[in-house]
């Protein structure tokens, strides 16, 4: 069982700033990807960020240059860095970590969820 915990979501006006973080712990063997999705109301959820296991980061065009997302480690945690927001970025952050285990060995992949964050930014 791999388990996400968000957190770091809140109110924030316009041109602020939140990290949000998301801390990965259980039985996986390794992190092959960690994406941050959003969803906000009667929208679909879309893909806000990813970051590989080979270091490589891919963003919404609408987040370029001012999210950024990060790694620890150590801590199994991934970050969100979120400037210079926008209404438009209210929505509920979810974590996804693409990931193998222990049990099931390298070849077989899974796609584990945070239970979501809320970030809504007041104009």
């Known amino acids: 069982q791999v388990k996400l915990v968000e957190s770091g979501g809140g109110l924030v006006q316009v041109g602020g700033s939140l990290r949000l973080s998301c801390a990965v712990s259980g039985s996986f063997f390794s992190i092959n990807a960690m994406r941050w999705y959003r969803q906000a109301l009667q929208n679909e959820r879309e893909l806000v960020a990813e970051?590989?296991?080979?270091?490589?980061?891919t963003y919404a065009d609408s987040v370029k240059g001012r999210f950024t997302i990060s790694r620890d480690n150590a801590k199994n945690t991934v970050y969100l860095q979120m400037n210079s927001l926008k209404p438009d970025d209210t929505a509920v952050y979810y974590c996804?970590?693409?990931?193998?285990?222990?049990?099931?060995?390298?070849?077989?992949?899974?796609?584990?969820w945070g239970q979501g964050t809320q970030v809504t930014v007041s104009s």
């Open positions: 996804n970590v693409v990931h193998t285990t222990t049990r099931s060995g390298p070849s077989v992949l899974y796609n584990s």
């Open positions: 970051l590989t296991s080979g270091s490589t980061t």
